[in-house]
């Protein structure tokens, strides 16, 4: 049964979300998480294909990273015990302003051990001290493996992915995406797609459905339906579809999980 644990600041803040999945069954198809990620397994393998043409296969000494918005699908190969680890972006950056993991599988045992114990000790509803442990494991991470300078886009892909963030809400269309960045629908179809790894079209639902999730753990908002909406989803069917599509279970489950946890 998948569980769903929320850490929070000494000011009772979310800070993160840990995900744990005794078996997981099915393949996720190509996606991308707003906040920063750190998944590892038990047993078994997970293959992990990053962007384009990045590909790494995951197995129970290593530890898979997922920078923001970094596109990715992962196809099980008998993996279980699967867990991962969702940072909000800001969190993270008080530890290190810019960040960016040119590599997303780190082979570390050490590091691997130390999580693997985080984790076990949040499942179990032990969590003092756990967000001063994570932010010392975080930091080592970050001053190992990660660099300051991130990847820099092309100035057209930036400005779609800005736009889209800021009007996801909205029934927005690729023909208004193109005209805001002021480039031909086509043109802009083909750059994103060669430069990102899908299309804007895709990269829309997936913020759309990533407003949706953290809608569901972060706001006062009961109503599915007006969740729905708020991510800028006008058909219940598609949110719902889309939702589980991504994250493996449904948005009233995922509510469901909330609640209890509140």
Not at 204 to 224: C, G, H, Q
Request: hydrophobic letters at 35%; glycine letters at 4%.
């Amino acid at each position: 049964m998948e569980t769903i644990h929320y850490l929070y600041t000494e000011d009772k803040e979310i800070f993160g979300e840990l995900k744990y999945t005794p078996n997981i069954f099915s393949d996720y198809k190509k996606h991308f998480h707003t906040h920063f990620g750190l998944t590892l397994i038990e047993k078994g393998f997970l293959q992990i294909n990053y962007d384009i043409d990045t590909q790494i296969t995951l197995d129970n000494s290593s530890i898979a990273i997922f920078n923001p918005r970094q596109i990715h699908r992962s196809e099980v190969i008998g993996a279980q015990g699967y867990y991962v680890l969702f940072l909000n972006h800001e969190w993270c950056e008080n530890i290190q302003e810019d960040f960016f993991f040119h590599q997303n599988i780190l082979n570390n045992p050490i590091s691997y051990t130390k999580l693997k114990k985080i984790f076990t000790h949040i499942l179990e509803e032990n969590k003092r001290g756990i967000e001063d442990r994570l932010k010392i494991l975080i930091k080592e991470l970050f001053t190992q493996y990660a660099s300051t300078q991130t990847k820099v886009e092309k100035e057209i892909i930036s400005k779609t992915k800005i736009y889209i963030a800021n009007h996801c809400d909205e029934s927005l269309s690729v023909e208004e995406v193109a005209s805001s960045v002021g480039y031909d629908k086509s043109y802009l179809i083909r750059m994103f797609k060669k430069e990102v790894g899908m299309t804007p079209q895709h990269y829309i639902l997936n913020e759309k459905v990533n407003r949706a999730k953290d809608l569901l753990s972060y706001s006062e908002i009961n109503s599915l339906s007006h969740i729905s909406v708020n991510a800028g989803f006008f058909d219940q069917s598609h949110f719902n579809r889309n939702f589980k599509s991504h994250f493996g279970t449904s948005p009233k489950k995922y509510k469901k999980v909330n609640i209890i946890q509140d």
